[in-house]
């Protein structure tokens, strides 16, 4: 069984922080890619945040940078992205996606709600 489950979504009011979670299964996260996607009504997916799956880089829309973090935990197979300082316009459902050598993103969650509302 080859998953990835995002949690930790929720309701924040703007300046608020939340961290979300994407957790593996049947697969090991170490060897992938990961990413983090966000998709608004009525806007295209956009990335977020993703993280290198050995050379430790990252990545970071500008309207993140400063305020997300994404990091891994190997021995629990999870990554996390904690977002802090929010905004409304940060409100949309979270992905995680895991890329493997093949060069595309072969597993999706789906998806965590987060809404920056006061």
């Known amino acids: 069984q080859l998953q990835l489950v995002e949690s930790g979504g929720g309701l924040v009011q703007p300046g608020g922080s939340l961290r979300i979670s994407c957790a593996a299964s049947?697969?090991?996260?170490?060897?992938?890619?990961v990413g983090w996607f966000r998709q608004a009504p009525g806007k295209e997916r956009e990335a977020v945040s993703c993280s290198g799956s050995s050379d430790g880089s990252t990545y970071y829309v500008d309207s993140v940078k400063g305020r997300f973090s994404i990091s891994r935990n190997n021995a629990k197979n999870t990554v996390y992205l904690q977002m802090n300082s929010l905004k409304p316009e940060d409100t949309a459902v979270y992905y995680c996606?895991?890329?493997?050598?093949?060069?595309?993103?072969?597993?999706w969650g789906q998806g965590t709600q987060v809404t920056v509302s006061s």
């Open positions: 049947g697969f090991t996260l170490d060897h992938y890619t």
């Open positions: 996606g895991a890329r493997g050598v093949t060069g595309s993103y072969d597993y």
